[in-house]
């Protein structure tokens, strides 16, 4: 028999939160290990107890959503992440997705619907809203395909010389290709890039 999936929640409204654990709290596969209605507690708990999964408020006190997925997804590698919005923004989806989060939820989510994303994300998945389809040949005539590669990695965090090892390229070659992406892209930082992706509709 699989080990119930650990649960954490985090929201502003401690409503939602309430709301939540109504309907999850019945599910036997699943334990709610905590709660916090502020990023910064939040990222203390998570820290501690290292659940399986986490419910993240886009944005509440402290650190935002995003800002403590990509703070935590180095230090808590076996978490997952699901985003919880009031709005369906694409703009704030394609930032979930860039920026660490396994799944992206409406808030007037229904129950099913809500079980069904935690199901997908705990079995290794993605679970996103549809967004409109880029244009074809957009991302191509930003970024070369071995650029794309190495901006991924980079987006992840990845040093040069991990990106080497993992691409078989050298460090030299590696470092080309970062300044000639940070070149394209104005931006030299993981924040500036995922920016950059989020502005230019790009999805890795």
Do not use: W
Request: proline share 5%.
């Amino acid at each position: 028999m699989n080990a119930p999936v650990t649960l954490y929640l985090a929201d502003d409204h401690q409503i939602v939160v309430d709301g939540l654990k109504l309907l999850i709290g019945g599910e036997e596969n699943i334990i709610i290990v905590g709660s916090a209605n502020d990023g910064d507690t939040a990222c203390k708990d998570i820290i501690a107890k290292k659940p399986d999964l986490a419910l993240i408020d886009l944005r509440m006190p402290g650190m935002t959503g995003l800002e403590l997925i990509y703070k935590l997804t180095k230090i808590v590698p076996n978490t997952r992440f699901i985003i919880l919005s009031m709005h369906g923004n694409p703009r704030d989806i394609r930032d979930a997705m860039n920026g660490g989060a396994a799944g992206y939820l409406l808030k007037n989510t229904g129950r099913a619907a809500l079980l069904n994303c935690i199901s997908a994300v705990i079995s290794g998945e993605k679970s996103f809203p549809s967004l409109p389809k880029n244009k074809p040949g957009a991302t191509k005539a930003i970024f070369t395909p071995r650029e794309l590669e190495i901006l991924k990695l980079v987006v992840e965090e990845c040093t040069t010389a991990q990106i080497a090892e993992q691409l078989c390229l050298s460090p030299f070659t590696v470092e080309t290709h970062r300044k000639n992406i940070g070149r394209k892209a104005n931006a030299s930082t993981s924040f500036g890039l995922i920016k950059f992706l989020r502005d230019n509709q790009i999805e890795l």
